[in-house]
């Protein structure tokens, strides 16, 4: 079912009758097309739905490739990036076009819908300067962090879901607050895995996150469970490029104290709630989602 959202994708790109936007486009890798499944699964496949899911992974896409410069990045999805590859200009210009080519398709939806997901990407584009700002000192400010990843992450997701429900005539509130639900926990389990997973299983540099300067919620946790000694310790990693023994040291602090799993309870709680609010919609497959996203592994 997602093929009609690649080729739709496809077809608006098509429509700016560039070759090099064209090739950019074509090597940009695809990733689990969350945001395109909850459309899809929320709105049917009708072609309004199709290009609404399209709109939406293209506005993603965009704000990957800006993260990715921002960031400085160099592997995304398991492959070179396109800054690293293409340089920084074109990936930035790149990024420009896919959201705006977006955001002229979604001036032809319900006034409400185009609303909605404009003002998502505005968070979206809040949370990233947030993020940035946090990453600059250690912190502990858990609200902080939980603000952040919101506007980063959950608001595009909830505006995903809300919109979709909108379009179905659904109620979009349950809609939204299993969205908001989902994104908040879909980035604290990436946060999980940075930690705990390896590069080859995440298709980007481990332990990366604390290199350069965020301090994820099992960081907050970590901190809160440590002695005065093995907080210095912490704090004097912070923003620094890591070796493999004070990756070790983190990662077994990080299972021995109980911070990761802490962190993943709290995803899951929020999981579960979102699990709760599907079934009792009669929406057996979203609740789905929310599972096997909770339990993936990369
Ligand atoms: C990934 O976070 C980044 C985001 C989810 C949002 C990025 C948003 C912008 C750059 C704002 C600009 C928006 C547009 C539409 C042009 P991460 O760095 O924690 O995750 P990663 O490990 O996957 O890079
Ligand atoms: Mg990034």
Known sequence: MLERVESRMRQFVAELEDEEIARLFEKLPHGKRLRAKLVLKIAGESDEAVGLAAIIE????????HDDVIDDATV???????????????????????????????VGFDRRIASKIASAVTQLSIGEMADVRLSQQFHTDLDAYLQMIYQKTA??????????????????????????NLGIAFQIVDDILDISQSSEQLGK??????????????????????????????KSLHAKTLDEEQKAWIRTAMEESGALQKAYFYAKELGDEAVTLMQEAGEASLADIVTAMIERNF
């Not at 540099?205 to 960081?219: N, R, S, V």
């Open 76 to 106: 995304r999805r398991g492959v070179a990036s396109l800054n690293a590859t293409e340089g920084s200009k074109q990936a930035v210009m790149m990024g420009d076009i896919l959201y705006s080519k977006g955001f002229e398709k979604l």
């Open 205 to 234: 540099p481990a332990m990366h996150d604390f290199e350069e300067g965020k301090t994820t919620l099992p960081y907050i946790y970590l901190y809160e469970m440590l002695d005065t000694k093995d907080r210095e310790r912490l």
């Open 58 to 65: 293209m506005i993603h896409a965009a704000s990957l490739l």
């Open 155 to 180: 608001a595009l997701i909830e505006a995903t879901a809300a919109t979709a429900a909108i379009l179905a005539g659904k109620e979009a509130h349950i809609y939204a607050v299993y969205g908001r």
